[in-house]
């Protein structure tokens, strides 16, 4: 009831979300729930917007190179986002910011609640590679995509994003 009382009555065009990203496992190391439950919301948002003839656009946020986000978590995140009908343009690089978790697990490369290793993108390039897949829709960057889903073993991904016109 209140996100139907918050989407009918509260929004006033664009509701910006922050799932920030799809894949469970960086979901956990970012200690965010579900991508399902962005989903279930998304359900709720639509339907409260044809009940009541609205037009309103939900715009979600989502973040690349955070500590344990590899290039084929953003080749998912892009089928995932496509799927649901998104052209992504709130986004972002994770950032260290102090007295953070992620920060800690950045910089060290180790999860400090598990003791574990975390694969971290630190350079230039491989913050590209990921933050790209924002973009899978941008002819700019579909061949760099497609080369990359070569690279990483995960050519099923190329039909998903890039369907062959029939």
């Known amino acids: 009831r209140y996100n139907e009382e918050l989407i009918e009555r509260h929004v006033s065009g664009r509701l910006k979300v922050a799932p920030e990203h799809t894949e469970q496992r960086v979901l956990e190391v970012m200690r965010k729930p579900s991508f399902d439950q962005f989903h279930a919301f998304k359900q709720i948002f639509d339907s ?49 910011t102090p007295m ?28 590209l590679a990921q933050r790209r897949y924002f973009f899978w829709y941008d002819h700019t960057y579909r061949r760099e ?19 062959r016109k029939k």
């Open 100 to 127: 953070t978790v992620s920060t800690e697990i950045y910089y060290s490369g180790v999860h400090p609640y598990t003791g574990k290793p975390v694969i971290c993108a630190r350079t230039r390039d491989e913050k």
């Open 48 to 96: 409260v917007n044809r009940r009541c003839g609205l037009r309103q656009q939900l715009i979600p946020y989502f973040i690349s190179s955070h500590p344990g986000c590899t290039e084929a978590d953003m080749a998912q995140l892009a089928v995932k986002t496509k799927e649901l009908d998104f052209h992504l343009e709130q986004v972002q690089d994770f950032t260290p």
């Open 145 to 163: 995509i497609i080369d990359s889903l070569r690279r990483i073993h995960r050519p099923d991904l190329i039909e998903q994003l890039y369907p």
